[in-house]
């Protein structure tokens, strides 16, 4: 090869290295800005997990809504019986014993939500965590002991796969509950 050649190849080359260098630069710095970008929203969740208060208010108002129409229905067909009938014997004790179940079904309730508002914000913040370590290579169980989590909580995707979620929780509650009751009206 010539010495004309061999500079041109060398020229070409050096094009080649610059132009795949720029591009290298450019990836670098899309990859640095998204990663500030999530860093900083995982850092969010990890320090704000689960519902707002808010959504929290939100779903224990319809959860306990849904409990008390229920039980106002069971009511309403009691005094629709006694008004039918004119028979009042019983009467008092069913209320009673509406009235106690749905007190017991409203604090079974309430519990429920306060462990799924609780198992959501460890779930958040196990997944910030995860995220957060993907991103700088980090080990989750590291970031996990420097915020005194327990590395076996760590285990996200087992966790997010159960099927725990509050409204599976309140259909199963309230319809066993409700399932027993029409022996009451017999």
């Known amino acids: 090869m010539g010495r004309g ?3 041109q190849t060398q020229q070409m080359t050096d094009q080649q290295l610059a132009q795949t260098n720029a591009l290298n630069q450019q990836l670098l710095g899309q990859q640095q800005s998204l990663g500030n970008q999530v860093g900083t929203q995982y850092q969010n969740i990890v320090n704000n997990p689960g519902y707002s208060a808010a959504t929290q ?3 224990t108002g319809q959860s306990q809504g849904a409990l008390a129409s229920a039980f106002d229905s069971l009511q309403q067909s009691a005094n629709n019986r006694v ?4 028979n ?3 009467y008092a004790d069913l209320t009673d ?4 179940q749905k ?3 409203e604090a079974t309730t309430a519990q429920q939500n306060q462990v799924n508002f609780a198992s959501t914000a460890m779930q958040q913040q196990m997944s910030a965590l ?7 290579g980090v080990d989750a169980n590291l970031l996990g002991k420097t915020l005194g989590i327990p590395s076996q909580l760590l285990n996200v995707r087992a966790n997010a796969s159960r099927p725990s979620g509050f409204f599976s929780s309140l259909g199963s509650s309230v319809g066993g509950t409700l399932g ?3 022996s009451l009206f017999m």
């Open 5 to 7: 050649a061999q500079a």
């Open 57 to 59: 208010a939100a779903i």
């Open 83 to 86: 008004a039918r009938t004119g």
């Open 88 to 90: 009042s014997a019983g």
């Open 97 to 100: 014993e509406l009235a106690r």
């Open 103 to 105: 007190a017991s079904q």
């Open 130 to 136: 995860q995220g957060l370590s993907g991103l700088y």
């Open 180 to 182: 027993g009751l029409p």
